[in-house]
Each structure stands twice: as structure tokens, then as C-alpha cells.
């Protein structure tokens, strides 16, 4: 079955390729300190994609405090769902340049994988998108609302006023995330549960000014030691977070996930041991889990014997479904209070908050994706969790209440998202590609007109 779909999917693919590897070279890091400018030419080189695939108000979607979305649309015939089908284009700072095997933004094929940052984490999805789309030439059975975003990478800040000011464009019956992934290579995945995640900036301050390391050592504590001491409380020596009245829970997870797995994909050092308590899909998606991002320290290179006076943190946690996330928030501040040592100062600053999701699969549109992916994949897809978070989800459920959220993706857990030498296997793109495109057939099929999201 859709034998023309697979044929065409398949014959687009050098096109695709060149694509995604078009995209990795732009350098759309959306991080604060990195030039905006940059992230804004990308969103207007997919505007000029989009209008040369024949994509109607193809334009940049403005927020005051953020970079921009990109907006195109085909209009649906009459009858048929519209989807909004969203990916994002920005990527994360791409971290230091000797971990690469080549550059950050100088793709290159090899095994058949496309390696560059943004490979995977989201480019991919974008090229699905349009791939899909493409896959039936002037004849598309339903209608789409292009959404790229330009800053999901740097907390979606902009998102929600855009989605306000533009909401006369946007008329969604079904809302597909592209932003998800594959459980392994070649087998689909729902999405159906993601962590949010709160975090915060912290400054520690222990002395007005650096003072001699022999002289007062031993009477005054320097603000790294009392930082250490302070981040070290937010777990038990189990590792289990130590923060209080959080909601943490053991789920009946559909799929599980082994320790080998867990130390193969998580590139563990040999003889490290996991951390925390319970199944490893409750601990990854139903429990929560803090993280030490960064620590602003002096270099060992240039220490010099002197007791630091200050030292800043950035320190993130993620919170499972049917945590408040506010107060989840006020919890891993009211901790970090608590807990500082000896009377030093603390400060905190650049707070984040972004809710967690349960998303419904009991829907036709699921069902009709189902469908697809067994075409496509040649397999069942599984339901999962993601221990990350897309904190908008929910924000696009309270805006489209009636339509149903897919979060699905071509990525793998081999990809190394977020991480040198991120990459995406070519023939899962494909797959998802070609499982986009059957599945806006069965949405458009008589029998699920009407139902897939009304």
C-alpha cells in the first residue's frame, strides 16, 4: 500500500539530505550570548525554502523579547483537517570545538548518518515536515500550518506572545510536534509523557574581596567550598533528589528499559553507578531529577593562592506530570536557602519554569499514525516517556483544546543530542518522512473525516 508515496519519498531523499546538511550550516544558536542576528537570517533562508516549495504567507513571526518563528501554510481542501506541524530550527551552543570530530556546522555522511549540530535535535524534523509535504507534489489531501520555532532551545520565551499576536493565522485541527524521537533506530515512538523543568542561576558570596588563601584560611570559607557543600545537599548519598514535597511517583511504564541499555546510551564510564531509586523508565519520566549545569569558578590554570569570594551555579530540575511547576520552582529555591553554609550570601537570578505534559493517544489521529508508522517502519510504534521536557505543550493544549498533540520525531537514542557529534540516521528520516506523508492520507480518508480532531 501507497506504493506512489514510498516511491516518492524515496526518490526525494538526495533532495532531503542536501537539505538537512543545508540546514546543520546554519548556525542558529538560539543561547543569550550568541548573535541574534544569525538565528534571524536562518528563519529568513526557511522562509525562502518554503516559498519555493510552494507554501502560501510564508513570513517570520515577530515576539518582542525573542528570535523569530517561521509561519507558511497550504490550505486545506474542502472537507479535510488542517495540522499544524511544528519543529524548531534554532540548536544549543555547540560546547567545546575539540570534541567534534569535524565542525559543529560542517555536516558529512558517514555510516549512514548526517553528523552537525542541530542534525537530529530538530532540523531533522523540519525536513520531515517538508518532505512530507512535498511527497504529493500540487496534490495535498489536507491542509498544513507551517510552525518552526526559533528559540526552543533557549526556553521558548517568545512563543506564547506569538502564538497571541498571530493567533488569526493559526487554525489548527491537529498538532503535530516534530520534536520527539524513535524509540531505536527503526522503531517509531509516541511520545505520551514529558518531564517540565524549573531551574535557577544562584551567586554565592562568602567575602567583599579575594583575600590571601595562608592568612585567612582556616577562619573564613572560600565560596567554592561552600558552593560544593551547598549543591551537594540536593541528593542523598542514594543520589535520589533531596529536595521536599516534590511529586515523585513508581509508574507501570509500557516499556522498559534496561541498566545495559541505560549505560550503553548514556555513554557511562565503566563501573559508575545509576543514581536514584525505582524502574528506570519511573526514574527518567515520573520522578524528579536535579542537574549541576554550569559553575562560574576560576580556571585551575590561572588559580592563583587566594580564597574566591563568589561563585555562581546554574542549576536545573525536571519534574514529572502532576507536579505544579511554580511550586516545584519556590521548593528548589526554599532548598538552596535552607541549606547554605556558614552564613554566606546567596542571590539567585535568570529563573525558568516550564510545565510537564501527559498527551491522550486514544484518538483516530493517533490511530491513523499508528497505521502510517507500520507502513513505513515495517513495525508497531511503542508509547513512551521523555525524561526532557517541551514545556509549550501545554500551552498549545490550553489554546487548541479540541486538537489532538502528537509529539513524534526521527531521531534516536543514538543521536547524542545536545552533544558533540550529534548526528541522524538517514533511513529513520525517511521512515518518518514517508509515515508523515501516509498518514495525512488517512486523515484525509472519508472515515476519519469528522473525527480526527472535531
Known amino acids: 500500500m501507497h506504493d506512489d508515496l514510498r516511491a ?27 548573535d541574534p542576528a544569525i538565528v534571524r537570517k536562518a528563519g529568513e533562508t526557511i522562509v525562502g525554502l518554503l516559498e519555493e516549495a510552494g507554501f502560501q504567507n510564508a513570513q517570520l513571526l515577530d515576539s518582542s523579547n525573542g528570535h523569530p518563528a517561521v509561519f507558511a501554510e497550504k490550505p486545506a481542501p474542502e472537507g479535510a483537517p488542517t495540522i499544524l506541524l511544528y519543529a524548531h530550527y534554532d540548536v544549543q551552543p555547540p560546547g567545546p570545538m575539540e570534541d567534534w570530530t569535524r565542525g559543529p556546522f560542517e555536516p558529512f555522511e558517514k555510516d549512514g548518518r548526517i553528523y552537525g549540530r542541530g542534525a537530529s535535535d530538530d532540523k531533522s524534523g523540519v525536513v520531515m515536515h517538508m518532505g ?17 520555532e526559533g528559540e526552543e532551545e533557549a526556553g521558548s520565551e517568545g512563543l506564547s506572545e506569538i502564538l497571541e499576536k498571530y493567533s488569526d493565522l493559526l487554525n489548527p485541527e491537529i498538532i503535530v510536534i516534530g520534536d520527539g524521537g524513535n524509540w531505536e533506530v527503526g522503531v517509531p515512538a509516541f511520545i505520551t509523557r514529558l518531564r517540565g523543568v524549573v531551574g535557577v542561576e544562584l551567586e554565592l558570596r562568602t567575602l567583599h574581596a579575594p ?25 542523598d548519598d542514594n543520589g535520589k533528589v533531596a529536595i521536599a514535597g ?9 516499556i522498559d528499559i534496561t541498566e545495559e541499555r541505560a549505560r550503553r546510551e548514556s555513554l557511562a564510564v565503566d563501573g559508575l553507578e545509576l543514581i536514584g531509586e525505582g524502574s528506570i523508565p519511573s526514574r527518567l519520566w515520573s520522578r524528579p531529577s536535579v542537574s549541576i549545569l554550569a559553575i562560574d569558578a576560576p580556571p585551575v590554570a590561572e588559580a592563583i593562592n587566594q580564597l574566591v569570594p563568589v561563585a555562581r551555579a546554574k542549576v536545573s530540575m525536571r519534574i514529572p506530570p502532576g507536579q505544579d511547576t511554580q511550586v516545584a520552582l519556590q521548593a528548589l529555591i526554599d532548598h538552596l536557602t535552607a541549606n547554605v553554609p556558614w552564613g554566606a550570601k546567596i542571590d539567585f537570578f535568570h529563573e525558568e519554569a516550564g510545565d510537564a505534559t501527559t498527551l491522550d493517544t486514544d484518538n483516530p489521529t493517533v490511530a491513523a499514525w499508528s497505521e502510517a508508522f507500520r507502513e513505513a517502519y515495517g ?14 505543550i501545554a500551552l498549545f493544549g490550553e489554546l487548541y483544546p479540541d486538537a489532538p498533540i502528537l509529539v513524534i520525531g526521527c531521531g534516536d537514542p543514538t543521536s547524542s543530542i545536545h552533544a558533540p557529534n550529534e548526528s541522524q540516521d538517514i533511513g529513520d528520516l525517511e521512515k518518518a518522512t514517508l509515515s508523515e506523508a501516509i498518514a495525512f492520507r488517512l486523515l484525509a480518508d472519508s472515515t476519519l473525516i469528522g473525527m480526527s480532531s472535531r
Open 379 to 392: 513495525t508497531d510504534p511503542v508509547a513512551i516517556g521523555a525524561g526532557g521536557s517541551i514545556p509549550f
Open 132 to 148: 512530507a509535504v512535498a511527497a504529493f507534489g500540487d496534490d495535498l489531501p489536507v491542509g498544513v500550518q507551517i510552525l518552526f
Open 246 to 254: 516534590l511529586v515523585s511517583e513508581e509508574i507501570d511504564a509500557p
Open 211 to 235: 583575600v590571601h588563601s595562608g592568612q585567612y584560611g582556616g577562619i573564613v570559607p572560600d565560596a567554592l567550598m561552600t558552593l560544593s557543600r551547598l549543591l551537594s545537599t540536593l541528593h
Open 8 to 34: 516518492a519519498v524515496g526518490a526525494d531523499m538526495p533532495r532531503l539530505k542536501d537539505l538537512l546538511s543545508d540546514l546543520v550550516r546554519l548556525e542558529s544558536v538560539s543561547a543569550h550570548g550568541y
